[in-house]
């Protein structure tokens, strides 16, 4: 009796103790995914990837991409060629400006409001998500695949597309997209007439008929105040966050130039909303305005100006605007 109690507790020892290695495998493969920093090393086709003082452990090959909120990635994937999966849409559609990378990709919910059914039924291999979910949306994400958030701030452009092109295979290609940038800003700064550095450049959002302006390191001013170094107006200075503001409290900063970004999809309630701003006698009264000096939509209104080849687009139209 003694010796099959003795067999019997060995027995239960031996399976607690698979049990309890099943459960740890598990879970480093499940931590792996969600980014916490462990060792690719012994995990058969996962590599490690890092990206603004982050590692994620991914599959090796990346073959379906979801992007669902960062529209900034989408910018990226359209330069370097890449097609994902899932994207999500905006109004009901996929953008124009993504039309040659999302002909075949298939709807997972709006910008900011993923469908986590969808998203689930194209099992993707990696999700590219913004930044700007809230932390139940991201965890949701998670649970689906890994979850790479990616920045919308200006400042993490470039890493944004040295990361997309090791993640894609891309490296070189977004290198290349990185120098010509490099480039441009450096002939733009040359170019910038000299009498216009000391003007009062804006560039606002027209969005379910209210106007943004953002900090000055967010948005397109990242290229205006900094790569072409012009003067920061005090108003902008003052902004530490997206801000909407009234017509009459725009019309006091009486910019020299308006840099006027507006998209209809973002504000189907609203279709009209650009052509009443424009027939307002307070926008008429505008310096801006008087003289000509308001550029509408001058690269796609959803270009975020966070994306490099974004940058490359505004970087040289704003030139040619403020040259003009």
């Known amino acids: 009796m003694t010796r099959k109690l003795w067999i019997l507790g060995l027995a239960v020892v031996i399976a607690g103790g698979l049990i309890t290695g099943i459960y740890v495998n598990k879970t480093v493969l499940y931590q792996a995914d969600q980014s916490v920093p462990v060792s690719a090393k012994g995990q058969v086709g996962r590599k490690s990837h890092s990206y603004l003082g982050k590692e994620y452990i991914l599959p090796d090959k990346i073959d379906k991409i979801v992007v669902t909120g960062a529209l900034e990635a989408l910018e990226d994937l359209l330069v370097l060629g890449v097609k994902p999966v899932g994207v999500m849409t905006i109004g009901g559609t996929f953008p124009t400006l993504f ?3 999302t002909k075949d990709a298939k709807p997972i919910g709006e910008r900011m409001q993923p ?7 194209i099992r993707p291999d990696v999700i590219l998500s913004s930044d700007k979910f809230p932390a139940s949306t991201a965890e949701q994400l998670k649970k689906i695949a890994p979850t790479i958030p990616i920045s919308h701030f200006p400042i993490d452009g470039k890493a944004n597309l040295l990361f997309l092109g090791e993640l ?5 290609q ?3 997209v990185l120098r010509k940038y490099e480039q441009d800003a450096a002939a733009a700064k040359v170019r910038l007439p000299e009498g216009v550095k000391d003007k009062k450049v804006i560039a606002v959002r027209i969005r379910a008929g209210n106007i943004g302006v953002y900090p000055a390191n967010v948005f397109l001013n990242e290229i205006l105040y900094g ?5 920061v107006p005090e108003e902008i200075k003052a902004v530490k966050a997206q801000e909407v503001i009234s017509l009459e409290k725009f019309s006091e900063m009486d910019p020299d130039y308006i840099f006027l970004q507006y998209a209809v999809l973002e504000s189907p309630a609203q279709p009209n909303v650009l052509k009443d701003l424009q027939q307002n006698p307070i926008w008429r009264s505008m310096k801006a305005v008087k003289n000509n000096n308001v550029f509408i939509n001058v690269v796609d209104p959803l270009v975020q100006g ?3 080849g974004g940058k490359i687009q505004f970087l040289n139209a704003a030139i040619e605007k403020l040259s003009q």
């Not at 469908?115 to 039924?121: G, P, R, T």
């Not at 894609?168 to 070189?172: D, P, R």
């Not at 790569?227 to 003067?231: A, D, R, T, W, Y």
């Open 99 to 101: 039309a040659d990378i």
């Open 115 to 121: 469908s986590f059914e969808a998203i689930l039924k």
């Open 168 to 172: 894609t295979g891309k490296q070189e």
């Open 174 to 176: 977004a290198k290349e």
């Open 227 to 231: 790569e072409l170094g012009l003067s």
């Open 306 to 308: 966070v994306a490099i």
